[in-house]
């Protein structure tokens, strides 16, 4: 009889132990989903803090684009312009601006300057628009950009807009590479804008030319501060 017993002990003692190891198993488990379960939600807590300061930067960078906005149509409403191309002019503006790097105050200096935000002029030199586009210039970029609709076109502010940013950013592509100073480039491509791009290298800054360039810094200086209000 004392035999049989002792024979069973080491079944009962190996089954005691297989349980205490998948006790052990189950613990470790949920303890694991636990710890991995909190980094989770903290990696979620993190995510949506971002995306809180994601969306608070989006909505001041979008409160920002409708006061530039409203301050360029402060600026064109006194000048003749119906709402709607107010309102137009204002949009591609600003849109240029940010998708070409181009300050929204020389962009309106340069309107100014050339037609007085006049829409439909026409210079002694044929230059034609709010931006004052010459036709040889408006065909290389309406090509250039795949430009749709007829060449009269050419009046429409917006599209005129989209053409005179262009040049001025290549303007500023072309000459930067020269230029060891910003005030010196700006006041390259602005002379080549109003003389065209081989006027410095055929006749060097004219006083026309000069004059120009300090018209636009002017009226940029003066557009800053409104804009900045």
């Known amino acids: 009889m004392k035999t049989d017993e002792t024979k069973k002990i080491p079944v009962v003692w190996r089954t005691s132990h297989e349980e205490s190891i998948k006790r052990w198993k189950v613990r470790f488990t949920l303890v694991s989903l636990f710890y991995v379960a909190i980094i989770l939600l903290m990696v979620w807590l993190l995510v949506q803090e971002q995306k809180t300061k ?43 601006s940010t998708k070409l790097n181009l300050p929204v105050s020389l962009i309106l200096a340069v309107m100014k300057k050339e037609s007085l935000f006049s829409l439909y002029p026409r210079s002694s030199q044929n230059a034609i628009g709010l931006m004052q586009v010459h036709p040889v210039t408006w065909e290389e970029y309406v090509g250039k950009l795949d430009l749709k609709g007829s060449s009269q076109s050419i009046f429409d502010p917006v599209t005129n807009t989209i053409v005179a940013t262009h040049v001025l950013s290549d303007l500023y592509e072309y000459y930067r590479k020269n230029h060891v100073s910003e005030e010196e480039m700006w006041k390259s491509v602005l002379s080549a804008y109003y003389a065209g791009m081989t006027s410095l290298s055929q006749a060097g800054m004219m006083e026309s030319s000069s004059n120009y360039v300090a018209d636009v810094s002017r009226f940029k200086k003066e557009f800053d501060e409104k804009l900045q209000n």
């Open 54 to 96: 994601d969306l608070a930067v989006l909505r001041k960078e979008e409160l920002n684009v409708l006061r530039t906005k409203e301050n360029i149509y402060l600026v064109l409403r006194n000048r003749g312009i119906s709402l709607n191309q107010g309102l137009d002019i204002a949009d591609v503006t600003t849109r240029q």
